[in-house]
Each structure stands twice: as C-alpha cells, then as structure tokens.
C-alpha cells in the first residue's frame, strides 16, 4: 500500500503512483475544473509520469487555453479529449461499431481516447439492428477485431447482434439517444444487461471513455500473453 | 349507446351488445374465475352471440369441469385456452416468431386465440439476433405474412430485426422470461418502444392475448379492403 | 440481405435499400442534424429512390436553410416536418383523435406524416373521456377508419375508451403532458398497455411518427388484401 | 392533548380517544395479529367506546374463532370484515363503481365497511371504459350519489370518465389486478392522478377500506351542514 | 350525454355544457395557450355559462394582455390565476394548511380557486410535523374547518397527523420542494397514500387547483345536505 | 493492516481481528447458513475474540441446534437473536420507538442486539403521528435517551416528528410494513431522507440491526467523552 | 408544548422555541427567500435566541445584500453560508472525508456548518477507494475523529471502506456528482443502505447541511457523557 | 450466414453451427426445461460439435436423470452445472473474488463455468470492503490474475476497490444477495456502473455464467495474441 505517491495541489490529490499500478497516469476528468487546476494537474502528471496524459470532457475555450499553457498537447474537439504524449501503437486493434448518427459522439470519445493509449482503432458506423444488411456487410470486419466496442441507444440491440457475431471480447456503451421510453440511457443499459448473446459487458451510459479503458485493459493482458 | 346488452349474472355482467360493436363476443378472463362462473358466463355468450367463444388463462383442473358442463369446446393446454365455435379461416395469415424457448408459452397463447378467431398462424421459434442466421432463414416466410407477432424477452431485440425485415406490421410482446436486468419484461417492453425500427407496435407484457386481439383487429381491415 | 445498397456520406450511411424492402425511403430524424447534412441525406435519397422523403422535427431555421438548396420541398412547421414527393392517396383512411389540446403538436406530426405516405387523415381533438359526450359524438367518424390513432397524455384514459368503441386497429400514442404524476409519459405509456380494452397497441412516449409509421405499414396490408 | 386515553395491552396500545376526536373508534386491522390478540384490542374498544367496532382484513378461521370468544359480531367474509355495533343509517349514500370482476373484493371492502359505519351503498360492477354503454347506463344512479367510490385496477381509467359525469365527491381506489404493464397496481395510482377530471382524489392501493374511511368524513360534513 | 354543447374554435373544443353537468365552467389551464387564444376561450365561457370563469397557470404579461381584452377580470399574481364572476361565498369553509415556506406557491393556488368558486378560506402555514407545537396550536383552527387542504413537500408528514387531529375531509397536496430523496414530489405522494391516517385522499403533485376543486365538489355535497 | 487476522473455515473467513479495529467481534448474519456453519464460526469468534457474539435471523429450529453444540448462549425468538457473552451495560441509554404494531418485530430486533452489547434500551410502541397524543406523552422518556431509534413502516413521519421533539440523536429505520404506494419500505426510506428536521439519519429497510449498530457507535464516542 | 414560541412575519413564522427544545436556534434554508424576507428572519432569530444563526444556500449577490443589512455576520462562498454568532469550539471534532473533487462542495457546505456549530472539522478529500492507498494513508486521522462524515457520489463505496476502518459513528452524504447510472445520487442512496459495514448511517443527497446537524445531535450526547 | 446449421427438435432448434463461429457449442440454459428435452438437446450437441457441452441451472434430480441417459458428464451441485467433454486447460487464469458469504453461489457457478472451458481458476471469498485488510492480503494474488471477476452484492463496492487494484480486466457481477435497498442486485448493478475505477465491465444479476463466458472471449483474444 506504498502511498507517499500522491502529489497534493490543495484543491485535489494527483494519484502519481497510478502509472506503477496499472500501466497509465491517472486520466483528469475535466467537468467541473477550471483551465488553471487543470494546468496543475496536467503538469504535474506529465513531471512525475513517463506515459499518456488525457483530460477528458473539455470544452473548446478551455482546451486552447490550457494548450497555450502546457504546449505539445492536441486537443480533438469531437471527443471533447486533450492528449500529450500518446502512446505508440501496440498492435492491439478495437472496432467501434454505433448503431446510429446520434451514438457518434460516444462513439468519437471511445476511439479517440483508445487511440491515444495506443490502441488501433476502425469505426463502422449506422449499424443499427434496423438494417441488419449494413451489419452484416461489416461482419468480416468485425470478426478481426481484438475487441469491439458496441455504441448504442434506444433499445441498445446492436450489442446482441454483434455478441453473436463474434467471438472476440464485447464492449457494450449504452447512451442516452433516443427519447421517451429510453429513459436518457437506462433503458439500453439495462437490455444490454438482459442480452441473450452470452459474455457481454457494459459500461456506463455515455461512457466511451469507459468502454476505451476497458480495452486497455483487455490489451494489456493481450501483450502479456498467456503461459 | 344505451345498452339493455348487458346480461347481469349477479357476480358479473356479461357485454353480449360487444359481437356487434366489435366482431367478436367477449373474451372471457379466466383467472380469478371459478368454473362455475365460467360455466355461467359460457352459456350466457354462447346464446346471445353467434362467433367463436374463448376463455384465456384457464388451468387443466378447471377445464376439464367447465367442458363437462358446456360440452363441444376445445382445451388447448400449452395456451390454457378454452374454445367454442372456432371462426372459420379468413385467409388473414400471421407469422409468430418467438425469440427463445422459454416465450413458447406465450407466443402459444397468441397463436392459439389467433387461430380461434380465423387467423392462419404460422410459428417460428428459437430466432432470437444472437443468432442472426436463424433468423434471415425465415426471412421469406416472415415477408409472405400479413402480420407479424414477435414475441422477446430480455432486451426484446428482436422486435427491431424483424422491423427492420418486413414491410407489414409487426405487433411486438415483451415476456417476462429472464432475470435479473430484464426486470420480469419491463426492460423488453421499454427497449421495443425505444425501437430503431419505424412502425413498430407494442402490448402488455406476456400477453399473447393482446397480440392476437391486435391481429383480429387488423384482419378486419383487411377484409374491409380500401376504396 | 443484398447489401452495398447504402450510400457512405462520411458522417452518415443512407440506407438507400430500405424503400425496396419497406416500401418507403428511410425517413430522416433531424434531431441533432446540421442542415448541410440533411441537404445531402435528402439529395441522396431523391435521387436512389421513388418515394416520398421525409424529415422530421426540423427547426423553422433550418428548414429554410435546406429547402433553399433543395427545392420542391414542403415544410410543415406544426408538424416540424419537411416532405419532398408526397405519396398519391391510397384511399386508406385514419383517424387522428387528441385528448386535449397540449396533445395537439403530436396529433399534428402523425396526421402529416400518414398524409405524407398517402394515408387520408381526420383529426378530432378534445374529446378526452372527463368529457364523454365530446367522445360519443365523434363515435360514427371513429367507427368509419381504417384505423384510429389515439393521442392522449396524462393517464391516457381515451385509448380504452376508443378501443371499446370501435372494431378496427387503434394505435395509441402516450404524450408527456402533464405534470406530476404524469411522470413524463411514462404513466400514459403503462396505462395504455394495461388497458382493458383488447387488442390496442401502443407506440414511443410523444411519437407521432411511430403512430403513421404503423398506421402506414396497416395501410400496405389492407391493399395487399387477403385471399 | 395529554392521553391517559390510550389503553396499554402489552402487545398493544389502544387509542380510545379516537371516538371523541373522529366520531369513530379506532379500527383494526387484522392482518399479523393472532386471534386472541384481535380479541383483547376487540374487548376494549367495545368497553371504552359506543360506536361501531370493526377488524379488516380477517380471515374465516381466524373470524370464527374470534367471534366465539366476542359474541354477537358479524363476520363479512367477502369483505373479510368482522364488526360488532354497526352504525344507524346516517341518509349519506355512496355508490362503489367497480369496472371489472376483479375489482370486486376491493369494492367489498369499500362497501361493507361504509355499511358498518351507518353510509347507504349502491354497488355496480362492470362497467370499465371499454364498455362505456355500460357505464352510461348508469348514469342517473351514478348522479344520485352523495359520493362515488370508483374501483378501478389496470389502467384505471374508470376514475376520469366518472369525475366527468358526477358533480360529487369521487375517491378513487387503484387495484392490483391486471399484470405486467399494470406495475400491481401503481399503474393506475399514478394514472388516476394524472387524471384529466378536476378534482378526483385517490387512496392507496386495493384499500376499499381507506375509501370507505374518506367518505365517512365525507358523511360527517354533509350532516354537518353549512351555515 | 346531450351534446351539441361543445363549441368549436379551431384550436380548441370549449365543453359548455360542463356547467350543466357540474355545477362550474369549464377551468381553462393556461400553460401553452396564447393569450389570443385564452381571450377566445374565456369570452366563449362567459358567454355561454354564467358562473365563474378561471384559468390557471398564466403568467403575468400574459396576464395585462388578456384583461387589456376581457374587462371585469381580477389577476392574483401568486396564484398565477385569472377570475371572472366569482362566485358569491356558500358557507362552506376550508384551511388551508402548508408545511413550509416553500409550499406557499401551491396553497396559494389552492387557497384563490377555492376562494373563487365560493369557499371561504383560512391559511396556517409553517406547520411541519418538525415543530409540532406550532400545529398543535392551529389544533382549534382545523377543526373548525369543513375541510382540511395539506400541503406538504419534502416526506409529506403533515398530511397523517392533520389526518389523526381532525375528523372531517382531508385533502393532501404533495409538493415538488425539497431536493434529493424528495424526488421532485413523488416520495411525498407516495408517503401520503401509505399513510397511517385512515381516510386521507391525495390529489396531484402540485396541484392547488386540484384540491380546490375536490374541495369544491365536497362543499355541493354539504350544501344538499342528507335526507 | 495486513492481516493474518482472518482465520479461513474452508467456506467463509472469520474476521477476528474485527474486535481489535471497532471494539465488538465480527457479528454473524444467519440467513443462509447451515446450523452446522454457525456452529463453527461461533466457536472460532469465542475462542478468538473476548467480547459479545452475536448471530442474527436465526430460526427457532436452527437456534436450538447450534445451542445444543455451543451452550451458554441465549436465544430471543422475537428478534431471532443468539448471544453469547452479552456486554455488560455501559450507562448508554436509548429509545426504540415504533410506530405501530407491525413495527414490532423490527424493534424486537434492534432492542435485543443493542442490550446485547451494552446499551440501556426502553421500548415505545404505536406512537404513529395519527394518533399525536400518544407521541406526546412520551415526550420525557424520549428527551431523556441519549439517542431514539424510530421504527416506522408505510409513511414513516415518526422520524420527522421525533426528530422536532429531542435534541440527541435520531437513527430512523425504514420498516416494509404496509401495503401497495408503501412499496415495500422504499417509501419510508425516502420519505425519511426528505423529513423536513434537520440531523436525522438513516438506515437500511428493516434493519434493527443496523440501528443497534449504528447505536453502538454512538455509545463508544459518548464514553471516550470529549477533550 | 403549548408555543407561544413562533414569530409570524406574515410570509413565515419563525420558530424561536427550537432553541429551547434542541439547543441550536433554527437554521434558515436560503433556497427561495428573497434578500429582504432573510434578513427579517435573521433579525427576529437574532434578537429571541442566544446561539448561532446560520441561513444555508445564499448566493453571493443575495449574501452581500443580507450582510449590509445584518452586520457581523460571515459568509462561506464555496458553502454559500451566512453565520452570525458562531458557536466556540466544543471540543468534538469531525474529519469530513471527500471521495472525490467534484464532491468538495457538498464536504465544504457539512465542514462549514459543523465548524459554525461549534464543532472541530478536518477535511481529507480525494479518498475515493480506486486509490485504496490514499484512503489507508489517513486511516490514523480517521480513527482519532469523534465521527467521519463520508461524502461520496457515484457509487458510494466510500461510506462501507471507512465504516470497516474506524469504530465511531460514520454519517454518510450521497451526492449527485457522476452521471448515467448513477442517477443523480439515487445509486449512491441506495448502496450505502446496502452497505455491507454495519452501523453506517445516511443522510439525504448532497446534504452537507444534514450531516453537520447529525454531528451536532452527537456531539451533545458526547458531551453530556453518560453516568 | 445462411444456416442450415440450425438442427429442429420440434420444441427447439438447437444452433450446432455456433462453435465455428464462436468457439464453443452453444451453452443450454436449463430452466424450464424436462430432463427430456436436455437429454435430446444434449446428444444433439455432442454429435454436431466437439468442444465441451454445457448445461446451466439443473436441479439435482434432473441432473441424476440426465446423466443416466447421457453418461460421461459431470454434475457440479454447488455450481448446478452439468458438463460434458471439459476443455483442456489453456493457460490463461482468473481470479474469482466474492465480497460475502452469501455471494458464493454465484461465484462457484462463474469458477465452475470458466473451468469447463478451459480457463484456470483461484477463488478468493470474504474480502468485501468493510475489511480492507482481507482484500490488500490477496493484492499479490489478484496481481498476478489474466483478468478478475468481482462477485459482489449489497451495495457491490468491492468491483471499484479491485479496479484501483490491478490493471487486467475486471469484470463485475453484481448479486441479488441483501435486502431492503439493494433492490435485488439493482442497486450493485448501477453501481459498479456508475464506478469510479476506470475500465471495469458489468454482467446481468446473478450471472456467475456471463461473467464466465465474458472472460472466455478475453482467453481467445490472449491466445491469439497481437502482432
């Protein structure tokens, strides 16, 4: 339980030993923090940590104005995530696969934030169970994947199809789409919950950056292989 | 409006005006019922009405007294469905398609009062989107249908594959199979409303009852043809 | 499943397929759409289909901006729906029946929808049952559709009482009016599957579209006919 | 305010103060109290008060063996109400509307205790909003009604088509009966608050006996007059 | 059931007949009328019926506008309530009793429809079961009262013990205040139908008007009086 | 903190060093232990541990059992209590108050395991907000505990109302007493956490045991007294 | 019982006994009080009661205006509390444990509330239990506490690691930080219900405010010792 | 996909072509199905396919008959498990950490699972959060794991203390173990949603064979490697 590893800045304690821990620097959660904490935080990961920084669910003001004070970061404006010093490819490969044009900017924050901690990432989009062709004709693509991580809202049926589909570890990213009977999400997270396709898990609605650590972890355990 | 055609039993008061409204005698509600009410209740129907007379949720017990009493009707045991003077075919022909094994029963129920009010019934089971193979190979039978009942717990996927599939209605019956998550068929119930596939209609939960009212309904309109 | 029949626009896949296997374009859900990307959804769909091509819940703004660049369009702004090509009449008929007056907005949508896709559409409104006289009298247009479209929110009560009056199919459409106990929507929705009236079926809280979809995939059912 | 007027039997203290402050002894009720039980609180009450004395929710066994040892009680074994001392006819009467078979243990309750507590009740049954010639045709007798008890399960609807018709009280009862969409009974609780009929009240679920209470104060206002 | 007492506007059926059958206009609930159409709306009331005429839930600007058009109407800015012709005082009485300083708004609207329709009222506020010897100093106060108005927020508290200190009608509103566990009002209606009180009824969450009218429906009863 | 404090049964491990960190051994909950299993871990938590031990929900039958192999143990079979060792009584007083006589069996339970490990209980029962009076009369005795634990099921305003009388401490435990809108204790549980007086807190659903508990560690912080 | 004891201010009363009953006068809520109606309340507490006046959930502007009219008086923005009068130190002391950043305004409002009740406060943040070894590296600070004041959201795993670590009392603060499932501090309620440590107690969401008063009513009895 | 891989059993079609496509044969859920119907289930899989046959939730005595028609399988009684042709083992390892005693059953029905296909298991029991040093003293253990599945209930915060733990997967299963507010693993299932470790995965309720199944998936991508 090592424990000095904690870097304390007042308004927050920064996990510095997370790194050691688990493979990755504690990723900043940028709701609700000030373009100056965030500088903090920012820097002190970046000192005290050799591997990727993210700051997740940043709006646009805020990003430029913390690029403008820690340099060498990209900001992607799709997922809302800043990044300095991504990792480099380690051969793992996720499909992000979203059932319709609202799931993308779930969709947008899986894939940007897999990439940034080295994961190779293809993402298929309009996969709705509606239109079970446009499935199918991406099933080779699928099938290749390491992983896959399944976007959806409204019913969230795409995670039962794609689970019978492939063999490979799934995903599932429930998201508030939809209206009415969705229940801003809970709906589709709790069908993914009831899946007839065995060996599903989900993650929290909305939560692409869920769905992406999860996948780091899954290629952690990849890259170790098994004796 | 201003009915005399009710019949009052004294413990109910039996709607013989509904034939004339609505195309079909009232359909008895067996549960709560004892077999000498149903006894009642049967004759009563079977003189002011001409069609077909059906009691729905009616034990073996039960049924075996009630046909001693009221003889010539049918005991469908998987659909624990009670019937006198079944309709003649009306050449209206549904495809019921239940996802998994354990929604035989109701998709039972909803076949055998489908059939018992005229409908041709035609079953296909165990389609669940798990296994989408299963379910493309009926895809013509399931396009030749007047109508379609599908019949899901779960997530209640596969409402919205086959919405997706056909271009006829499709009446969709959450069940209350599963556990857990599925919330004994409110999460089947919210997910086919929050449906990607257009069109789609919803009814109780387990009630293959409903469905077939619903195809009844329909058949009528069909019949009817437009000008 | 044929397959490359959709059309890849880099932020969205058209399902360019979808009128030869429903009948019907895909229909757009302008929801969360810029208009440079309905405009090119829409050019997509008039030009690898026949049929009408809808967008629904578009802003006043927006549906300017998009008819300017793709002309013979109509917008119906209490419908919030653009149309290009409407359907000639089929001579099937619904009626669209509102509780009351803040229902009216869904009313609008599914009556201008149906139109779209050639349906012909009455609508009667406030004819909720705390006034059954407004009901009853509405009781020999009710009876003379092919199907009834129920609109009604707060606890929903029409759709049993229109269910009781009338033989052919009733489509009820739960709205989030109300207040309180209303719960969203959510209770009209339960009630309107709880009811006693057989053979309703039930569609997505506030979904005037999903009702004419229904009302539409009916429509292709009655002219088919039956053998 | 300072009550010596509790009566303490060990297992149990005995408000018997409550005639004086309600013009009605306390009631019992009967569930989880063993026989012997009912009996000391039963001898109290007919001791320290004048008033009728009830125990709801009894049953036969337990009735039997309790009216042996308390004489001249009357066991209602539909109402599963025993009561000793009922109350002279007041003039108040009430109607108890129950819209279907199922409902009728509820409106049981409700009757036989509004009988004991000295209120003149008229029972109809059957007559649920898809019937509605049924409910109209019992208009006048619904119109004669110092108060209308609707009991109502499934969707509840019952409760707004009465507010409208009835210029009196209506206490509405949501029942349990029905089954999946119907929650056991919370359906039609909340449907019956959100009720389009100004002015409706509702009591909790399947309690026949909290409407018969509220139509006893009812009574006690009405005798009462204005000045 | 007569009938042609409905009088069309276009955008809305004005039931003038309500009168007839309850004794009171038709209330017109403002929320999402303009006040173009609330002035069409009133005069066809005031032209049509000759008792009071409310409408409800109005703003203010809405409100300047709307008398600017119809004279002779009062605004009362608290409850949001707009009132032609109120009716003469019958003698009837009620209090109105609000837990906290937050419920005022609702017992406003109570307080002013009832005052309107003819009822004399009393308010007692900040008399939460929390600080009991301030209610137990209105003791004298509710008993007078031919009905008791409870509105109550947060647990709903106050409704069972004004329900165990008076012995006439209780009708409890439950209100949206507090925060967290509160629900936005649901745990106080749910709490208040669960009540340990017998005889209790609850109306809507937020609804002052709702109380005032079962109210008002509890004061025709009183004036009948019993034979 | 790394403990070879847990002494491993093959199927559970004993936390023996429980008593060192929170000053009382391990407490064993019944439900879905073998009177066998009891037995063992009975033993280990004597043989390691000084203070009281403590089995909850323990039926009649498996009581006697596990006595016969563990004697000088006691069993209450109204809290369903085994106890070995109780504490001697630390000066620490409470007052379990319920609400009614169906509270009972919950107040059994926290009164018997409070007196087990030291605490000085007094019980007051049916002091339900109904019936005011009796609340009131026991003023003094609850002013007088150095902290009440209020025992209440459907509405659960006890806590409300006694968290306005006294000034100590007040523990609420939410009881699934009641019936229908009560929702099996969810209501109370609510309703407490919104109660209108300030510094109550709550526990688990029927959980006397966790209030005796929470109990317990008020008794400790009072005995270290302050500095 | 019998108050004389509030002051009526027209649009409240003021209960100026509270601090007779409960040792502290009562604390104002802020939430919907204009500037103008604070600071009569204030004035009026101010001038019948001795301690600490405290009004919670004042926005700066509003605080700026009472504190012209009100001298003396402090205000904590991040707290958003006005305090007049605080109350010296008792000598009980607290630790006020944050499971994460975004739960610092909650811990800052139960910090700032004990200390001005004359409660000793430290406050550890950032210990949510992913980082089990911040969490151990304050368990001697959390031991020495009188009481912990766990303030967690999400999912609130906080309140049952802190209950395993210290024997004193824990009051645990659900907050609504997070989003999805955790349903805006609902899962956060419900699982510390459910904790697995015993003796944990809750207070309502985002209550600060709540859990200082618990402490308050603890430290009373602490301080007034037992014999 | 086109399948004529589907073998029709007449009250079943049982998916012989799911090993191609996902490694194993598909895994039969026996709830609700006669000994018989497993015994034709069973030989069919067997004959079709030639990894291991599963068969989940069997009671003892359909177990003891299955097995007499179908030698070589093994019955797991803690696990209600029956398997025929085991896979050899893979290398790739889990540990299966269950928070109470209580959880075990579905923790011995994850271990027994996961064994059957192959993946070498470590159960690890009675390390919930409410004893930290329990769970830190089988850190190194659930180190070394390929990925760990967390079986907890009550309010399941042992799945975010893990997660902070190790960097594999985790993936949760949340048990209906408790009561009162754990909602019958509801509130464990929102959550380890709503979590504050970043990467975990959630399986339904009770489904120790989801959790099994998920981490097959994981097993296939580890043997595969990447490159």
Same mark, same amino acid.
């Given at each position: ?92 490969? /996720? ?10 900017? /779930? ?121």
């Amino acid at each position: 339980m090592v424990g000095q590893d904690a870097v304390d800045l007042g308004f927050a304690r920064v996990d510095v030993d997370r790194e050691a821990r688990q493979g990755l620097p504690e990723v900043v959660y940028g709701t609700g923090k000030t373009p100056g904490q965030v500088v903090e935080i920012v820097r002190t990961l970046l000192r005290h940590n050799d591997g990727p920084v993210l700051v997740t669910r940043v709006d646009p003001t805020a990003a430029t104005s913390v690029l403008r004070a820690v340099p060498a970061g990209e900001y992607d404006s799709g997922a809302r995530l800043l990044v300095w010093r991504p990792a480099a490819p380690t051969g793992f490969s /996720v499909v992000v696969a979203a059932a319709g044009t609202a799931d993308r900017p /779930v969709a947008h924050e899986a894939a940007a934030v897999a990439t940034a901690v080295g994961i190779g990432v293809t993402t298929v989009t309009d996969v709705g169970v509606a239109g079970l062709h446009r499935l199918l004709a991406e099933r080779d693509r699928l099938r290749a994947a390491d992983t896959v991580i399944v976007v959806a809202g409204m019913e969230g049926a795409l995670a039962s199809a794609v689970g019978g589909l492939v063999a490979c570890p799934v995903v599932a990213v429930p998201t508030s789409t939809g209206y009415g009977a969705g229940l801003e999400g809970i709906t589709a997270l709790l069908a993914m919950h009831a899946s007839c396709a065995a060996g599903i898990t989900v993650v929290n609605i909305d939560s692409g950056f869920g769905a992406a650590m999860a996948a780091f972890r899954l290629s952690r355990v990849a890259r170790r292989g098994t004796t």
